[in-house]
């Protein structure tokens, strides 16, 4: 069988003589086609012609797919890791040209390096390193996005700081994924203390643009920085095109609306339209019921439905949304308390001075109501009613310090007084 590595040398030869980004690219990709079928050999063949800083890149690049032919995965990643380097002391050298074939070889070892953790996971007989290739990968990528943030070229059509954005999405994504919140902050402050050198994100691939958003705003939920995780997760979906469906964005538009209909429901009391609901179906399966019962107030379900999704709410940040979405429901259970005390002039003849205890059966009986009757009141006469007043208390007053109730607390009379006009100020209307 005819050695393909001669041919496959001449044509990044041309690549590289050229200044041919997008052949170049082609080249440094393990899926090309290039090698399929036919084994690689002799990997230093014919390197002469090459100035010697793009001899290990070549060299690692035919050893990546060496090894995936060998069926090596961990050997694989680490000399895909090798061969990034060796593209980092390229992009040191070269303008933006490069860009291209450097973005390839950062994808294809991220992939490779969660193949490795499989792979060591999935078989017992392979050492445990100590780290994992995620976090080998990582480090090599971020000087990947340092190089970039750092260029001095002059001229901005050759400066590689166009391909900041791309990196900051790779490293999230990484970051994300080892839950390591602290690594991603550092990198959103590199970038924010050179944000007035970078280019605009209307000025850099969409694709970048929207994964650049999208992570952002998963850090920004992280932090609690809910309405600019709000404002970057609309800037992402207006650059896909709004919540009409693409075609071609239409998985980055449904990772967004995961993200975006809870934290838009927070800020802005909107629940999701039918139309979403209809056309991402993840979406409805996930909010479809949970929104129903914020909007009614019903608390049990509510909790119920949270439990169920917890752990992908862990997962994107969006636990602590729901713990103030849950505050709201409580807030509406409130308010609706308080109205009914006010048709009860008899029993409560001040009917702005609100007991705790009344604030402390309604949560009792959101929590544990049921259509059925009979169950209710056995219940009630079992003595299994549990007023805790001081789970009450602690509502009441964070929703007083928060502006929801517009009122104190009487500790020594157990009472909450609430202004007499507009006991719950910011409680608006959920459309």
């Known amino acids: 069988m005819r050695n393909p590595v001669p041919g496959y040398l001449q044509r990044f030869y041309d690549s590289i003589s050229h200044k041919d980004s997008i052949s170049l690219g082609f080249q440094l990709w393990v899926a090309n086609g290039a090698f399929v079928n036919k084994p690689v050999e002799n990997t230093d063949l014919g390197l002469a012609q090459f100035e010697a800083h793009w001899r290990p890149v070549i060299i690692g690049y035919l050893n990546v797919v060496k090894n995936i032919q060998n069926n090596k995965i961990i050997e694989a990643f680490e000399c895909s890791n090798t061969l990034l380097k060796a593209m980092n002391r390229i992009a040191e050298k070269e303008d933006d040209w490069v860009l291209t074939a450097l973005k390839t070889v950062v994808r294809d070892l991220k992939l490779l390096a969660i193949d490795a953790d499989n792979e060591v996971k999935n078989n017992l007989s392979i ?25 001095k070229e002059e001229n901005k059509a050759r400066n ?15 970051y994300f994924s080892l839950s390591n919140y602290d690594l991603a902050g550092s990198v959103q402050k590199a970038c924010q203390q050179k944000m007035n050198e970078l280019p605009s994100l209307k000025e850099i691939p969409k694709g970048n643009a929207i994964s650049y958003l ?23 979906l207006q650059l896909i095109g709004g919540a009409a469906i693409s075609i071609k964005y239409k998985n980055q538009q449904q990772s967004i609306l995961l993200m975006l209909v809870p934290i838009t429901f927070l800020i802005t009391r909107r629940l999701p339209s039918q139309y979403m ?15 129903k019962y914020a909007k009614e107030g019903n608390l049990k379900n509510f909790n119920v439905h949270v439990k169920k999704i917890e752990i ?26 308080y109205l009914n005390i006010k048709t009860l002039p008899k029993i409560f003849p001040i009917y702005y001075q609100l007991p705790l205890s009344a604030f402390a059966k309604a949560l009792d009986f959101a929590n544990n109501y049921t259509p059925d009757s009979q169950k209710m009141e056995t219940r009630r006469n079992s003595g299994k ?12 007053a964070n929703m007083i310090f928060s502006g929801w109730i517009k009122g104190y607390i009487s500790h020594s009379k157990s009472v909450v007084v609430v202004s007499k006009s507009q006991p719950f100020p910011k409680l608006v209307k959920l459309v």
């Open 160 to 174: 590689k700081k166009k391909a900041v954005y791309f990196f900051i999405a790779q490293m999230y994504s990484i």
């Open 277 to 291: 609901l209809d056309n991402f179906p993840k979406v409805k399966a996930m909010y479809g019921d949970i929104f």
């Open 214 to 236: 999208y992570y952002n705003s998963c850090l920004c939920a992280n932090d609690g920085a809910f309405e600019k995780a709000y404002d970057n997760l609309n800037q992402a």
């Open 127 to 151: 050492p445990e390193p100590t780290e994992k290739y995620i976090q080998v990968a990582a480090r090599t990528i971020n000087r990947s996005f340092t190089i970039c943030l750092n260029d």
């Open 312 to 337: 992908f709410l862990l997962r994107k940040n969006l636990y602590l949304v729901f713990q103030q979405i849950k505050t709201l429901v409580i807030c509406r259970l409130f308010k609706k308390t």
């Open 385 to 396: 009613v549990n007023f805790d007043l001081d789970a009450a208390e602690c509502f009441v």
